[in-house]
T-cell receptor
Framework: KNEVEQSPQNLTAQEGEFITINCSYS?????LHWLQQHPGGGIVSLFM???GKKKHGRLIATINIQEKHSSLHITASHPRDSAVYIC??????????FGTGTRLKVLA | KAGVTQTPRYLIKTRGQQVTLSCSPI?????VSWYQQTPGQGLQFLFE???????NKGNFPGRFSGRQFSNSRSEMNVSTLELGDSALYLC?????????????FGPGTRLTVL
């Protein structure tokens, strides 16, 4: 079993839909990161979470440390949100463990 | 402010050769980390450097090595290339290191081993 699990692996949504991507982990962490990777490979760091909830525009990320679970929500999804979303945890030792990623496609 | 740059962007090598990839971090950033991305294994952490010191490394064979210079620029080297080393190699930089602040990723170097 992977130490960081993401679901779903693939997701297709219609423009405007509310989207949720989940990440569960089995190791102790210092923080959890959500990354976005567009076709072509460029990766952008979206959020770094150690507790609670963060919001940036239409993106919301939450983490429940006790349940070892995080969610990334996209409100009013748009085709430009189409990308791979990757959850990464750091264990406090300057090292990431990555989830397998969720490939999101938003249709116009 | 210029972003993270990686050179070269594309590289084709044959089995048994060695390769050196370069990463220039954002000005002022002292941490550089390296990652390998393949369709089968996804993203995997290779190593992290801070002020010329390697602070952690991932589960890769000794053929994979790296270093960081006093100007924070970093190189990674893969010796005796194998077909399975074909991948996108990404580096990222930050002020204080992996897990402590936002990582800024470079565009990657796509390595093909024939």
């Amino acid at each position: 079993k992977n130490e960081v699990e993401q679901s779903p692996q693939n997701l297709t949504a219609q423009e405007g839909e509310f989207i949720t991507i989940n990440c569960s982990y089995s190791v102790g962490i210092s923080a959890l990161h959500w990354l976005q990777q567009h076709p072509g490979g460029g990766i952008v760091s979206l959020f770094m979470l150690s507790s609670g909830k963060k919001k940036h525009g239409r993106l919301i990320a939450t983490i429940n440390i006790q349940e070892k679970h995080s969610s990334l929500h996209i409100t009013a999804s748009h085709p430009r949100d189409s990308a791979v979303y990757i959850c990464a945890v750091d264990t406090g030792t300057y090292k990431y463990i990555f989830g397998t990623g969720t490939r999101l496609k938003v249709l116009a | 402010k210029a972003g993270v740059t990686q050179t070269p962007r594309y590289l084709i090598k044959t089995r048994g050769q060695q390769v050196t990839l370069s990463c220039s971090p954002i000005s002022g950033h002292r941490s550089v980390s390296w990652y390998q991305q393949t369709p089968g294994q996804g993203l995997q952490f290779l190593f992290e450097y801070f002020s010329e010191t390697q602070r952690n490394k991932g589960n890769f064979p000794g053929r994979f090595s790296g270093r960081q210079f006093s100007n924070s620029r970093s190189e990674m080297n893969v010796s005796t290339l194998e077909l399975g080393d074909s991948a996108l190699y990404l580096c990222a930089s930050s002020f204080s290191g992996v897990g402590t602040d936002t990582q800024y990723f470079g565009p990657g170097t796509r390595l093909t081993v024939l």
